[in-house]
Nanobody, 114 residues
Framework: QLQASGGGLAQPGGSLTLSCVAS????????IGWFRQAPGKEREGIAY????????YYASSVKGRFSTSRDNAKNTVYLQMNSLKPEDTAVYYC?????????WGQGTQVTVSS
């Protein structure tokens, strides 16, 4: 299972760093995705990173503001979120990039508000 953490309350324009830690599996062979689900909306994939960290993919809604990285030695993937906007408010999850997924963890709440 993968568990995201590091969420919280941030002001518009602020930054947060999320971590994704794996338990029971080794992440270094998987492409990992970051996903988020806002109230009343479907879960969406916003960032993906391959095992080699080459050419991460970002959804247009976060491109230029978010960046993902990984430390395979620590079995951890990170999501650096800068220039946060109120519309970034959501529960954030990490998981395999697909097409099959591991059990979804609880996610971590990110709230962007002044």
């Amino acid at each position: 299972q993968l568990q995201a953490s590091g969420g919280g309350l941030a002001q518009p324009g602020g930054s947060l760093t999320l971590s994704c830690v794996a338990s029971g599996i080794s992440l270094d062979v998987y492409s990992i995705g970051w996903f988020r689900q806002a109230p009343g909306k479907e879960r969406e994939g916003i960032a993906y990173i391959s095992p080699s960290m080459s050419r991460p993919y970002y959804a247009s809604s976060v491109k230029g503001r978010f960046s993902t990285s990984r430390d395979n030695a620590k079995n951890t993937v990170y999501l650096q979120m800068n220039s946060l906007k109120p519309e970034d408010t959501a529960v954030y999850y990490c998981n395999r990039a697909g097409p099959t997924f591991l059990n979804w963890g609880q996610g971590t709440q990110v709230t962007v508000s002044s």
